[in-house]
């Protein structure tokens, strides 16, 4: 049998979504046009393919929405948990019910692979609202006290790396504790909050208690700033993260914040080396790096180096990189032109000075927003490419010799969200995830979610926790 | 009655488990509710700060890693060294806050009824806010407290004594290290406390207190990249600002002042909590065999 | 794990303690990982041009089997004419690797497959169970050569296998091995559902290829849980390894339980993944089954016709 067993084209079909030429901000249970009449315009990251226009808030949208959300807290406050409890099922169940609808439109706005959005994304989002739903009439138990109250408006700012998953995080838990909402989703990935939005509309959601405003960091700024904003969430990067910590300094507003990490897989020489390599390959290459808690720096036993990097090379060769919307692709693209620029950057960096790098052969289409996996080996803690997180497809291979060595460089940076451990000793995986500063560790697996489970991290990477029990509290007045 | 002369008492800083004076070599005046001079406190400067610092990261591994039922051994015999010197602390108290005897006996006791307290807690926190979480997937997942790290406490500038061990014995019972700036007009009591610290098997650096402008010492607390969190509990609105934003650069943890009518009232959880990290660890638990679900 | 020198593990089965010490320095197997990483490459969407070369690829490797009490010379020449011919429709259906038959059938199945690429296998060594002594299993197996059989399909001895007799088990394979001579290539029978772990898997395929095994094979077909793609997995990665240490490359056949066209795109995918190319030929990969066949040859007649097609538009030997 000679020739190679080539994958045919498996793309899934986008007649699915129906996107519409714009999109207003969604405010009071309305679709209307920004103050000043502004829109930009969201793209394809794959293809650069203009998707739709949509509004650009202004501070007064900012304004009006907030009024919105501080008007219908009062009833949605007041509603009995279990009624808020049966919006937030139907939410859930709408999202399952269109789940592929709202995939192919994850994968054409945000640029990252359809076997992600159907097998990850969706499902997490869905089973977000079932699992926060179940909260909303007991919360009594939930161990903050009887009758713990909802803090009034909340203030929410997303990232694009999982548009609809992290809106899923912020929303879901706060109107199970009777919380209303104002929601901006990222600049580069707008539309699956929108159509959010309309499922809002389907489940017969009240209106003002989600508001979803749409445009760019200056949006974001003044909602956070908002006086009438009771709580603040964000997810996104350290250093905005810090600007919002200065904005809200001596305000009663509380914060939860999910920012950077540069996560440390670390990989033992009695490690199960084929799921390690795995677990290495979904640690840093699943949704192309753009993960906060992505492995990006690989510590491995130099005793083991040479046989896992080997290992990990052949694995890379295999990954299939290309149209988002093929079932088979297991690389997607970067999520914009100036993501791509910051990646390449920091990559020819890590080039600059000193370090070894590789990509396995791999074709880059020649429009959108491509960036090959891509490993360095003879980095040390001083590179560059060690302490910065890159969010990309980028591998620092840094080596140790002891497990005390390995939990040292582990926890030597500023951030702290996630970890990976890889042995066969149970022993070892507890006394490292004992020593490690992060605020998930995975051992002999990585970049697992869900939510019962808290997540959030340590250090620079952040305060508050999200998911669980524990994911109340950032939105009850505790 | 005598007419023998007192011997005063040298009030020192207490970092590292040492009684150093401050590296600054000044002193200021603390005088009681009536004016009357007490003593001679440290004027903590910036480079005490720094000292504190290093002395509570250093003690920051051994703390967190030990037993909570060693930590709650040690607090609990804090509050036995503070029985023994009760009468010392409800004078020092009395002339700290202007009280009568009585009600600086009810401050003290209270406060080392709180040491009480806290020193159970040290083995039921990591229950009460932890647990295994039902993951839908073949993992154990379990999410536990662990401390944030070294933490900077500005005590409540008018309960020089309950109130500072409010605040401080939360912080220590779940394993962090804590750097205090006493009340600043009554900061006797505090500096008194690190003398029953260093005589309760509490390990140098796991606790030091400083004295001085809360405002001058604070300041470089809260922009301190090797400090965690900070409360904030000792320092005015404008204060509390200034320093909140100084300690978004390197995202401390915050804990805002918040008024507090009665510190003799029984204490939540949450002055432990707001210095505990949840740290969840994911383990795949998978078949017993490599023969799927038939097992 | 040794270091590359291919005659490094030479020493490997010097003694009990050396053979044990090797096969138990393997790298462990994380079940929820391994079973992971097959489901993932499970989603994998085969379809038009990549699902015809999957289907016939698969037909080429099938070792179509029986292996029944009931089993007549009847039965078998049947068996034979369909592997010969499996689709009599169409002659561009290719025919299977094999026909796999108990040993006093490979005489009557050598001339139902006679010039024709079809092999005849034949299990042996007191298949399924291996319970016999070694001279019974050793003569079972030179009758089958003798009879003519291309392959031979032989079972460890698992007891000996779990009580960690490894050498026990070693020097029975390389008995085997020796009595198929130079012209029958052996495939050997781990039975993993009875080794009931990865770790095991992963030490029993290691052991096997130390021993000179020319395939590693899952399963007898007899037992609850036969060949899963997790197993499959383990054990292509094996080959995949073996090879790269001492630059002899081994077969990997799973066998009973799949059923499906698509199970069977699914295995290849793992081959095509995992151990590579160079597996994709029925030299180096074989499907133990009976019923995939016509299933094969359904999806076959329905690409080919854009219709779906029915049980009885295939052959029912």
Redesign the interface.
């Known amino acids: 049998m000679a020739p190679v067993f080539d994958y045919a084209p498996a793309p899934e079909s986008r007649s699915i979504v129906d996107i519409a030429s714009s999109y207003g901000l969604f405010i009071d249970g309305e679709f209307t046009e920004a103050a000043d009449g502004k829109v930009f315009k969201t793209v394809s990251p794959s293809t650069e393919e203009v998707l739709a226009e949509v509004a650009e808030a202004t501070e007064e949208d900012v304004d009006r929405a907030v009024k919105a959300a501080r008007k219908a807290f009062e009833k949605w406050s007041a509603l009995p948990g279990s009624e808020r409890a049966k919006y937030l099922f139907r939410i859930a169940r709408i999202i399952q019910e269109r789940s592929r609808e709202l995939a192919v439109l994850e994968t054409l706005d945000n640029g990252k692979p359809i076997k992600e959005t159907r097998d990850a994304d969706l499902p997490l989002v869905a089973a977000h609202f079932f699992y926060y739903a179940g909260w909303a009439d007991k919360l009594d138990h939930a161990g903050y006290g009887a009758n713990p109250k909802p803090l009034g408006v909340a203030g929410q700012v997303i990232p694009w790396n999982f548009p609809l998953l992290m809106l899923a995080w912020k929303i879901a838990p706060a109107l199970a504790t009777g919380n209303t909402v104002v929601l901006k989703p990222a600049e580069t990935t707008p539309l699956s909050a929108l159509f959010f939005a309309d499922i809002c509309r389907q489940a017969g959601l009240p209106k003002g208690v989600v508001n979803i405003l749409t445009g760019d960091g200056r949006a974001g700024a003044a909602l956070i700033a908002h006086p009438d904003v009771n709580k603040v969430a964000f997810t996104g990067s350290t250093a905005v993260g810090k600007e919002i910590a200065r904005t809200v300094a001596g305000t009663r507003k509380k914060v939860t914040l999910e920012l950077g990490g540069k996560g440390a897989n670390i990989v033992f020489d009695d490690a199960p080396i084929d799921q390690a390599v795995e677990g290495i390959v979904n640690g840093i290459f699943f949704n192309q790096g753009q993960v906060c808690c992505a492995g990006s720096r690989l510590l491995v036993q130099e005793s083991v180096q040479d046989e896992l990097l080997d290992s990990l090379k052949r694995r890379l060769s295999t990954l299939r990189l290309g149209d988002p919307l093929d079932k088979n692709t297991d690389i997607g693209a970067i999520n914009s032109a100036e993501q791509l620029a910051r990646i390449t950057k920091l990559a020819d960096l890590g080039e600059a000075e000193g370090a070894e790098r590789w990509s396995p052969a791999c074709e880059l289409p020649e429009n959108g927003y491509w960036f090959a996996p891509t490993l360095f080996t003879n980095v040390t803690q001083a590179h560059t490419v060690a302490r910065d997180e890159i969010f990309g497809p980028v591998l620092s291979v840094l080596t140790f010799r002891t497990p005390d060595e390995a939990v040292a460089k582990a926890n030597n940076t500023p951030y702290g969200l996630s970890a990976g451990i890889w042995t066969e000793k149970g022993s070892r995986i507890l006394a490292v995830a004992n020593k490690l500063r992060a605020g998930v560790i995975w051992s002999n697996t990585f970049n697992k979610f869900d939510p019962t489970s808290p997540f959030g991290g340590y250090k620079e990477s952040g305060f508050g926790r999200e998911g669980g029990r524990h994911g109340l509290e950032a939105y009850l007045d505790v | 009655m005598s007419d023998r002369l007192n011997v005063l008492k040298t009030y020192k800083l207490y970092v590292g488990g040492k009684f150093p004076r401050s590296e600054s070599g000044r002193v200021y005046e603390v005088t009681d509710a009536k004016g009357k001079w007490l003593a001679n406190a440290p004027l903590s400067s910036r480079k005490d700060a720094r000292d504190a610092v290093v002395a509570a990261r250093k003690a920051f591994g051994g703390w967190s890693g030990a037993t909570a039922y060693n930590r709650g051994q040690i607090l609990y015999r804090v509050a036995e060294m503070l029985e023994g010197r009760r009468d010392q602390y409800v004078r020092e108290v009395a002339e700290a806050e202007g009280l009568s005897k009585s009600k600086a006996a009810e401050q003290v006791d209270a406060a080392i009824d709180r040491w009480v307290w806290y020193a159970g807690w040290t083995d039921k926190i990591a229950q009460v806010v932890g647990g295994g979480n039902p993951v839908a997937g073949p993992f154990f997942n379990l999410s536990s407290p662990e401390p944030t790290g070294v933490v900077a406490v500005l005590a409540p500038q008018e309960s020089s004594f309950l109130g500072l061990v409010s605040v401080v014995a939360p912080v220590i019972a779940t394993g962090n290290t804590a750097v205090v700036v006493a009340s600043e007009k009554s900061p006797l009591p505090a500096l008194s406390l690190g003398e029953v610290l260093a005589t309760s098997d509490l390990p140098g650096g796991v606790v030091n207190i400083l004295s001085g402008r809360t405002a001058e010492i604070a300041a470089p607390l809260a922009a301190h990249q090797d400090v965690n969190a900070i409360d904030l509990a000792g320092a005015d609105e404008v204060l509390a600002k200034e320093l909140e934003i100084a300690a978004a650069d390197n995202l401390k943890r915050v804990l805002r002042p918040q008024p507090v009518d009665n510190w003799t009232a029984t204490p939540g959880t949450d002055r432990m909590t707001a210095f505990l990290e949840t740290k969840t660890v994911w383990h795949p638990t998978g078949s017993l065999g490599a023969s799927g679900s038939a097992y | 794990?040794p270091t590359t020198a291919p005659n490094a593990l030479s020493d490997v089965t010097a003694s009990d303690s050396t053979l044990r010490r090797f096969l138990h320095g393997l790298?462990?197997?994380?079940?929820?990982?391994?079973?992971?990483?097959a489901a993932s490459l499970g989603?994998?969407?085969?379809?038009?041009?990549?699902?015809a070369?999957?289907i016939d690829?698969a037909i080429?490797m099938v070792d179509l089997t029986t292996l029944e009490g009931a089993d007549t010379p009847g039965k078998v020449r049947a068996l034979g004419a369909k592997a010969v011919r499996p689709d009599p429709t169409d002659r561009t259906a290719p025919a299977t690797a094999a026909v796999c038959v108990y040993p006093d059938m490979v005489a009557t199945a050598k001339e139902a497959v006679a010039g024709s690429t079809v092999k005849v296998a034949s299990v042996a060594t007191a298949f399924p169970a291996g319970r016999a002594p070694i001279a019974v299993k050793l003569a079972d197996v030179r009758e089958a050569v003798a009879a003519g059989a291309d392959e031979i399909d032989m079972v460890i001895d698992r007891g000996a296998f779990l009580a960690g007799n490894y050498m026990k088990v070693y020097d029975e394979i390389t008995a085997v091995k020796e009595a198929c001579g130079a012209s029958a290539r052996l495939k050997v029978i781990f039975e993993?559902?009875e080794?009931?772990?990865?770790d095991?898997?992963r030490r029993a395929s290691w052991l096997g290829m130390l021993a000179g095994a020319d395939f590693i094979k899952t399963s007898t077909g007899k037992v609850?849980?036969n060949a899963?793609p997790?197993?499959t997995l383990l054990m292509l990665?094996a080959v995949r390894d073996f090879r790269?240490q001492t630059g002899v490359q081994v077969g990997v056949k799973p066998a009973g339980g799949i059923r499906t066209s698509k199970d069977a795109v699914k295995f290849?995918?793992l081959v095509?993944?995992t151990a590579g190319?160079d597996w994709?030929?029925?030299h180096w990969f074989r499907f133990g089954a009976s019923s995939l066949l016509n299933d094969l040859l359904m999806q076959r007649q329905k690409l080919a016709t854009g219709r779906y097609s029915g049980p009885d538009y295939v052959t029912v030997d």
Request: net charge negative; charged share 20%.
């Open positions: 794990m790298p462990g197997v994380d079940a929820v990982g391994l079973e992971a990483r989603t994998r969407s085969i379809k038009t041009t990549a699902k070369y999957a690829l080429s993993t559902g080794l009931s772990t990865y095991n898997i609850a849980v899963t997790a197993n990665e790269a290849l995918v095509n993944e190319e994709l030929d029925n």
